[in-house]
RNA sequence: GGGGGUGUAGCUCAAUUGGUUAGAGCACCGGCUUGUCACGCCGGAGGUUGCGGGUUCGAGCCCCGUCACCCUCGCCA
């Protein structure tokens, strides 16, 4: 070994030790005789001293050494004399005494300086990407790494203890015609032909269950060819987990333990069970999503009715229509928010797809509204609305008038953006809840046809079987999506079992048994086989890391992540390839 | 594909309304320095202001185009 100990592990007691310490050059302070070498691992800090008197060439070696040189150094750990001890690193109270040094690799100056502090890199991301073997030395990328193999660790801990198997399935997988868009691998022993790298291991998962392996898992790549953001990256890892035998209540009770488990390895954390259990439906009405942040109040409320009589007809034609007419009280916001803030939430209601936002500003109930809309309701229509939205003296209120998702919508994306603005949010909560009871079938205005609200396998919910066919937009399917502080972070869904409901919810689609075979062909077979009644999840494993890390973006808890355009920087991938491995590929390039 | 933001030394940033030779800290190079821990002191080198074009007597700054990175809408069953 080339070393004895780690950089973070000498304290007072190994005084008079001899050890021996491996790493790199982290910081030098060079007094001419006497030369001070921070060396650092991934462990720790160690000071290394250099003293001429004791050993004069070892001193002189130590003059030359640089940032970021690999070196192995021996001597004597004893006790830092008194008033040189350091309290800010956890061997401060010793230092090595080198009598012995191996320069093991010399280092090129580096592009930025390794940070060892926690928190935001200095340094643009640009650069951090492009020389990510360095950034990864920094103290913060070292962090979440480590938090990101606990999690792992912890995620497989608690399934192996409740008798689930992690079983890999196929990377190069068939092309499907649903869902995301695909990476496509050509095949040179089948001319013409191509794999697709799989958006999830859906269909294998279910086949697992079909062959009887009862409980499965996996932590493992998807891959989607889709546009990126701050919570998506063209691979991105799954835990991914499916279970025979379950009813819905099942599976979310072994995640919420699951959960529990991996804030409590990682953090020490203790969360409440269970979690909270949000329809769909009331998730929109409340929260204006179907992904709530519940770490603040804020609520929306449903004004329809107290406005279908109003002489604003911007609110009574849209309640004539069927539409819906929601409010937000923001609170304290009458003064908070100036004639140019609201015109800049108006902007932000536009681009959230709204028409317009009206408001009007309660700065004493007895004084009445004031604003632009205030005229068209008299005091007793504006005590009424302002009871339901839940309005205080000196609060703003915000109203959205159009088809109730999105009048919901847009006070949603309000909600957020106000509430991060006025510092609503608290930082260090976890609040998860499951969103379920989700509508089984969404209609497509531009098919002018139901597509799946999840995905084709996706069970009806029991309440909602019999008016399924009748009444596809109003039945509710046994979708569960978790979430944690307004980021979805797992979906899944209690699966279709029985081949008679599955060609049925193929028809509502618009498919026939013939179309089904052609798309899905072998799992037709499979269902009919001796399915037995199975459901499952895939967590979002990055996004998860990434919210116990307290990082935005989850490129903070992956190794080597693409940038915005899915591109290597560090690598330079993608890239041209040989006219002959196209060749061997029978790939011709389009000009 | 649409909208927004950023781009000046290796890194982080500055540069009055368009005005002379584009500055600073850190890093780098040379010298000095025996108890520092953001060590200190003296000196030096380092720039196609992302790239291309335009306006102007004069452009880091204004205009057009383009590229890269970031955020976002569409998209992500």
Redesign the pocket.
């Known amino acids: 070994m080339y070393r004895t100990h780690t950089c973070g592990e000498l304290r007072a007691p190994d005084a008079k030790k001899t050890a021996t310490l491996a790493g790199w050059v982290h910081?030098r302070?060079?007094?001419?005789?006497?030369v001070?070498i921070?060396l650092r691992d991934r462990y720790g800090l160690t000071?290394v001293?250099f003293?001429?008197?004791e050993k004069p060439q070892l001193a002189d070696l130590a003059?030359t050494l640089?940032?970021e040189d690999v070196i192995e150094v021996a001597g004597l750990v004893r006790p830092?004399?008194e008033?040189?001890?350091?309290p800010?690193i956890p061997t401060?109270q010793i230092?090595l005494a080198a009598d012995r040094l191996t320069i093991l690799s010399r280092a090129t100056?580096?592009?930025?300086?390794i940070d060892l502090a926690p928190g935001r890199s200095?340094?643009?991301?640009?650069?951090r990407l492009t020389y990510r073997y360095l950034d990864l030395r920094r103290g913060a990328m070292q962090r979440n790494l480590l938090l990101r193999h606990k999690a792992a660790i912890a995620m497989r801990k608690f399934l192996d203890a409740e008798s689930f198997l992690e079983i890999e399935t196929p990377f190069l997988y068939k092309s499907t015609p649903?869902?995301?868009?695909e990476f496509l691998v050509p095949s040179r022993a089948n001319p013409h032909q191509f794999f697709a790298l799989p958006?999830?291991p859906?269909v294998f998962k279910q086949i697992l269950m079909v062959a009887g392996f009862d409980r499965y898992f996996q932590i493992v790549r998807c891959f989607?060819d889709?546009?990126?953001?701050?919570d998506?990256q063209p691979e991105f890892t799954q835990l991914d987990l499916e279970m025979s035998f379950a009813h819905q209540g099942d599976i979310l009770s072994l995640i919420e333990r699951l959960m529990a488990a991996v804030l409590k390895e990682c953090l020490g954390r203790e969360i409440p069970l269970p979690f909270r259990r949000i329809p769909y439906r009331e998730a929109m009405d409340q929260w204006g999503s179907d992904k709530p942040d519940l770490r603040f109040g804020m609520e929306i409320a449903d004004v329809t009715e107290a406005v279908r009589a109003s002489p604003f007809k911007v609110f009574s034609e849209t309640a004539a229509r069927g539409g819906s007419v929601k409010a937000l009280a923001v609170p304290g916001g009458a003064g908070r928010y100036g004639r140019a803030q609201v015109d800049k939430l108006a902007q932000k209601a536009v681009a959230l797809g709204a028409k317009g936002l009206a408001w009007a500003k309660l700065e004493k109930a007895a004084a009445g509204w004031t604003g632009p809309i205030a005229k068209f309701f008299d005091a007793a229509a504006q005590k009424e609305i302002g009871a339901r939205a839940g309005a205080k003296d000196g609060d703003l209120l915000l109203f959205a008038a159009d088809n109730w998702e999105k009048a919901c919508a847009v006070l949603g994306g309000l909600r957020l953006s106000i509430g991060a603005e006025m510092g609503l949010i608290p930082a260090d909560r976890f609040e998860f809840a499951w969103v379920v009871e989700f509508p089984m079938f969404f209609h497509s205005e531009a098919d002018g046809k139901w597509?799946?609200?999840?995905?084709?396998f996706t069970n009806v919910h029991p309440e909602d079987a019999a008016k399924m066919e009748k009444d596809p937009g109003g039945t509710r399917s046994l979708q569960h999506d978790l979430v944690l502080n307004g980021h979805e972070i797992g979906g899944g869904s209690v699966r279709i079992h029985d081949w008679e409901l599955q060609r049925k919810v193929f028809g509502i689609l618009g498919m026939t048994e013939e179309e089904a075979r052609e798309k899905f062909g072998f799992f037709i077979d499979v269902l009919k086989s001796g399915a037995p009644p199975h459901g499952g999840i895939a967590l979002g494993f990055d996004r998860i890391v990434a919210l116990v890390a307290g990082e935005e973006?989850i490129r903070e808890v992956i190794a080597f992540p693409k940038?915005?355009?899915g591109?290597c920087?560090m690598t330079g991938s993608p890239s041209r390839v040989t006219d002959k491995q196209l060749d061997e590929l029978h790939i011709q390039l389009k000009k």
């Open positions: 910081a302070r060079d007094h001419g005789g006497v001070f921070d000071q001293v003293n001429p008197q003059h640089k940032f830092r004399p008033g040189t001890l350091n800010h401060g230092e100056p580096s592009p930025f300086e200095k340094v643009a991301e640009e650069t649903e869902g995301a868009r958006q999830s859906q989607r889709e546009d990126l953001r701050a998506r597509v799946a609200g999840h995905h084709l973006n940038t915005h355009k591109t920087l």
